[in-house]
Every structure is written in structure tokens, then in C-alpha cells.
């Protein structure tokens, strides 16, 4: 969808001079030629794939701040600055000296991203497990809300806890006391890696390990070995460092192995994970042992903020965020490519940010300040957003919401937005009224199991309470116009069948930028919106974050 004499500055003008209590929004002016330039230069060679603390980064900062700068934004930084320092503590595995299970049958050797794949994120020279026991703990989770706890009191102090991904509702099937507790098939926060890892540094274990299969992750093998055994963190003093000395993932077939070893059966307990009255097993006769040579260095990454600033309420804010970050360098693939550079992932959204930007520059000054946020470090663990969220230039009380563009469908035009997070905030209503003045309906996402409402940096803010809303192109097949949800399927499979994370998610000439033009018009257009009205979208009854904004907005 190409700029068209329809998208005119008169619209823009009726756009941002509506209010939010408006029964139908004029459309944004988005050109998709900005848009493609924009994600060119980004994913090109000279940015070196965006890697936090390289050159990629020096040259990614340079080129936003000058874009903003240029298109008359004030920065919105601490200090009046364009930039947020965000220290990262940046760790790397070497070659193990030794890494192994010890069974009754004999010595199970490993291999680092064949059999497993760890990591580190505590700032030593070397991580080592001494023939520590190991536990199964089912899911992992505990969760008194909905009367589930995996841990019935086991003392995990000193082990590896072994888990299995996603939550107990996953494999569920009809008639399971389960089905249902933990929203079906929508993934909950206790199923994400991230909760399990914290969960187990909570209770004392020394290690964590999920086993790995791909329908419960939502992303196969090569997607989770692709970061090369290095792991990032915000920089912590002492006192705050928590985590396991080696978390990661057992393959699936070393796992099944490594049961039977111990005379268990995978299977069977995952099927008695999925009962609220399952019991840690230990694995009878066997020890963890690694001691692996580990590089820990402070890497000083940065978040870009450029803002709007609003004429009535400026102390007021609405916040796009995308990432900057990308993967940087890695192995050669097939063509040669070296380079993770993220065209989609997420040089798109951070193209969709600036010509919002633009777009709301060129007409009048918004009541409310509007934030444009280019986040560092989402794929080491949304860690540019969650620093933001630690330490907000605009408090949260005071954030209207955050809109989170991260991966767009580059198939073409759609007949449908997909909704990520259905039931939890009002921003969805908003949603549903404006793409209906594009023509279009509000598609629920296909794969709720995949629990990707927690694995963008609007997350980072539903924590604190602050209502946010993501569009993110691989949360359902989009009904394109030409060849429908099977076209949406087949391009999402494509994409992260081979090119999630991979050199090849780079810019092609068989890109078809009207759909993620139409998903751009829409959240600028929800933004610019709230922007110039006086609505506070809200948690919807039942959700997780209502409390928190409660909290937020009392000063607590």
C-alpha cells in the first residue's frame, strides 16, 4: 500500500486534532517507500547486524538519533539526552573441561548445543557444577492463585532442577483436572523460560534445564542454539545476583536418554506433570558435572528516546517502542551471510517508528507528549525495556500506554490485525474500532500457546502496569488478500522455519509491505489518538497487570 492522494495532510490534520472518544479515526499517512529504505539501510552490512556493544551498535545509535533529529524531535533521555544507558553484563562460554551426567549405567558426555545448550548470566571467570543431583519439578510452577504448586516443599538447594516448557494446560487433554487453570491453550507467564529459570534461582538450585520440544517452545532446535553460548544481563551489584550458575536446555532425545538412564519414563511424567498433585522426582543415581570457562565483560548498550512534546499535558505520555538490537555476527550460512542483521525482527518496527514519528511531527503539537523508544537488548531478554521500566523518564503513573511493533507480515495486504494478549486491556477495543475503518476485523492469535504477550519489550511495562498493546506478524496467519490464512500460514512457517534469528532474515525483493503499512497506520493511529484525548485505556477484569496499575497510579 503506497502513499495515495487519499492520505492527505488534511486527514493527518482531522487525525490529530480527533479525540480518543472519536467513533471513527482518519488514517495515518504512512509511506511504505520511507519504510523500505528505512529497513535497508538498517539490515544492510554496514551496520554490522546491530549487535549490542559493536561497532553495529555505534553506528545503529548514530543513525537514529540523526533520523529523529532530523525529522525535528526533541530527545527524551535522562538529562535532556537522545540516549538511556543501559550496562549489560555480557557473558560468554568457552570450550568445557568437563560437561556430563554421571547415571548408574556410566558417564553420559555431553556436547554444547547438540545434547544441550547453557549459559551464564553471573558475572565469574568459570562455571562449575560439581556432580550436583538432579530433580524433575514437572512444570515448574507455583502459582497459590490457582491452587498449583510443582514443588510441594522440595528442597532444590545445591541441584539442577530439570522442567519442562510451557504450562501444565499445554498437553492437556479433555477430561484433565488441568484443562483450563492455566487458560488452555493460551500460554501464561509460567510457562516461559524466563519464569522458570527465575523460579529456580529462587529456590537455591544451582542449575535449570527445560527440556526442549518444539510444538511447547513454539520455535524449533536451531532457534535456541543460535546465540553461541553467550547471555546477557543488566549489570547487578552482589547482593542482587540470584541466578543459577548454568541455565539452558536439554534436547529432547538427550532428555528422554537421560530419564531412562535413571529408570524413568519422559513420557509417563509428563503426563503426571499434568496433575496438581505431582511431586518432584529425582533422577535415582545421577550428577550434573561442568566446568566450563566463562568470559564475563560490562558492555555499555544504549536506549535511543526522542519525543514529541505534548501542548496541555506534557508531563503526560504515550510510548511506541520497537528494538534495535539484532544478532550480529554468526556462522556463514548458505549463501555466505554472516550477518543476523533482522531485517523484519525488527529493522521493520523500528522503520514503522520513525515514520510514525514523522508522520505525527508533520502535523500539529499532540496535548500529550508522545515517546519514541529504539530498545537495546530485547533478544538478550528485553533488557533495554525492562531498564527503561527500572528507571522511567516518564513515570509510570504517568504513561498512557505503550504500542510495541516487533516482526510485521511482509505478504501483503490483509483482511484482518491479528490481536496478541486477547482480554487483557482496553487498548483491544481501540483496536477493533480502527481497523474497521481500514476494512478490517480483529483476528485472536493463532498461537497463544507460543506466550509471545511475554516475549516483546511491551512487556516490560504490562509489568509496572502500564496498558500496551503488540503487533507482532508471526502471532497468527494473517486472511491476506491474495490466498487468504493458508498464504498467512505459509509465509509464518517460512519465516520461522528458516529465517527466525537467521542470516536470512534480511531484505528481499518479494517483500510486500501493504499489510505491514496497514498494521503501521493502525497503532499510529490508536497512539496519535490517545495522544490528543484524555482517556486512560485500563486492564480488563481478570488480568494479571490490573493490580500493578492500581499500585502505579497510588504512587505505591
Known amino acids: 500500500m503506497l502513499r495515495s492522494s487519499s492520505r492527505s495532510a488534511a486527514l493527518l490534520a482531522l487525525l490529530l486534532s480527533a479525540t480518543a472518544t472519536a467513533p471513527a479515526a482518519a488514517q495515518m499517512a504512512v509511506d511504505s517507500a520511507r519504510i523500505e529504505q528505512s529497513v535497508r539501510t538498517l539490515a544492510s552490512d554496514a551496520f554490522e547486524g546491530r549487535a549490542p556493544g559493536t561497532r553495529g551498535e555505534d553506528r545503529t545509535l548514530g543513525y537514529l538519533v540523526a533520523r529523529f533529529e532530523a525529522l525535528g524531535l526533541e530527545p527524551g533521555g535522562p538529562d535532556g ?12 562460554l568457552g570450550m568445557p573441561r568437563a560437561l556430563q551426567f554421571d547415571a548408574p549405567g556410566g558417564a553420559m558426555p555431553l556436547e554444547q548445543a547438540r545434547d544441550l545448550y547453557v549459559s551464564t548470566i553471573r558475572p565469574a571467570d568459570v562455571a562449575k557444577i560439581a556432580g550436583a543431583p538432579v530433580v524433575f519439578v514437572g512444570y515448574g510452577v507455583s502459582a497459590p492463585e490457582r491452587q498449583w504448586d510443582d514443588f510441594k516443599g522440595a528442597d532444590l538447594k545445591g541441584k539442577v532442577a530439570v522442567f519442562l516448557v510451557n504450562d501444565p494446560d499445554f498437553s ?10 492455566f487458560g488452555g491453550r493460551t500460554m501464561t507467564y509460567y510457562g516461559r523460560w524466563t519464569y522458570k529459570f527465575e523460579e529456580a534461582a529462587r529456590r537455591g538450585a544451582i542449575g535449570a534445564l527445560i527440556v526442549h520440544d518444539t510444538a511447547g517452545a ?16 543488566i549489570v547487578r551489584k552482589p547482593e542482587e545476583v540470584t541466578s543459577v550458575a548454568l541455565q539452558g536446555w536439554l534436547e529432547g532425545g538427550a532428555a528422554t536418554r537421560l530419564f531412562a538412564a535413571a529408570g524413568l519414563d519422559l513420557a509417563k511424567l509428563r503426563i503426571e506433570a499434568r496433575k496438581a498433585s505431582f511431586r518432584p522426582v529425582p533422577l535415582e543415581g545421577v550428577r550434573f558435572t561442568a566446568d566450563v570457562p566463562v568470559t564475563a565483560e560490562q558492555v555499555d548498550s544504549y536506549n535511543v528516546l526522542a519525543k514529541i512534546p505534548g501542548s496541555e499535558r506534557p508531563d503526560e505520555a504515550v510510548m511506541f517502542g520497537a528494538h534495535w538490537d539484532a544478532y550480529g555476527v554468526g556462522k556463514p550460512d548458505a549463501k555466505g551471510r554472516i550477518y543476523r542483521a ?8 523500528i522503520a514503522g517508528l ?23 537488548a530485547e533478544e538478550r531478554g528485553l533488557l533495554g525495556s525492562l531498564y527503561y521500566a527500572q528507571h522511567p523518564v516518564v513515570p509510570m503513573a504517568k504513561t498512557v500506554a505503550n504500542l510495541t511493533l516487533d516482526i510485521l507480515q511482509t505478504a501483503g495486504p490483509a483482511k484482518d490485525v491479528v490481536l496478541v494478549g486477547k482480554g487483557q486491556n482496553t487498548l483491544e477495543d481501540d483496536m477493533a474500532r480502527v481497523a474497521a475503518t481500514q476494512g478490517r476485523r480483529v483476528t485472536p492469535e493463532g498461537l497463544p500457546e507460543r506466550g509471545l504477550f511475554y516475549r516483546a519489550d511491551h512487556f516490560s511495562f504490562a509489568k509496572q502496569g502500564v496498558p500496551t498493546l503488540l503487533l507482532m506478524g508471526i502471532a497468527g496467519a494473517s486472511d491476506l488478500k491474495q490466498g487468504g490464512t493458508a498464504a ?10 528458516q529465517c527466525y534469528h537467521q542470516a536470512c532474515d534480511a531484505w528481499g525483493p518479494d517483500w510486500n509491505l501493504a499489510g505491514a503499512v496497514q498494521d503501521i497506520d493502525l497503532l499510529g493511529t490508536i497512539g496519535a489518538e490517545l495522544a490528543n484525548g484524555s482517556a486512560w485505556p485500563t486492564w480488563k477484569a481478570g488480568s494479571e497487570f490490573k493490580a500493578a496499575r492500581e499500585r502505579s497510579l497510588q504512587g505505591k
Open 342 to 349: 533482522g531485517a523484519n525482527d525488527d529493522a521493520l518496527g
Open 172 to 181: 492437556a487433554e479433555k477430561g484433565d483436572a488441568v484443562a483450563g487453570k
Open 354 to 376: 520513525l515514520e510514525i514519528a514523522r508522520a505525527m511531527k508533520a502535523g500539529p503539537a499532540p496535548k500529550r507528549s508522545v515517546v519514541f523508544a529504539a530498545w537495546t
Open 218 to 233: 513454539g520455535y524449533g532446535w536451531n532457534v535456541v542454539i543460535s546465540s553461541g553460548g553467550e547471555n546477557y544481563d
Open 488 to 497: 498467512g500460514q505459509a509465509w509464518i512457517d517460512a519465516y520461522t522455519g
Open 81 to 92: 539526552q537522545w540516549l538511556q544507558k543501559v550496562p549489560l553484563l555480557h557473558t560468554r
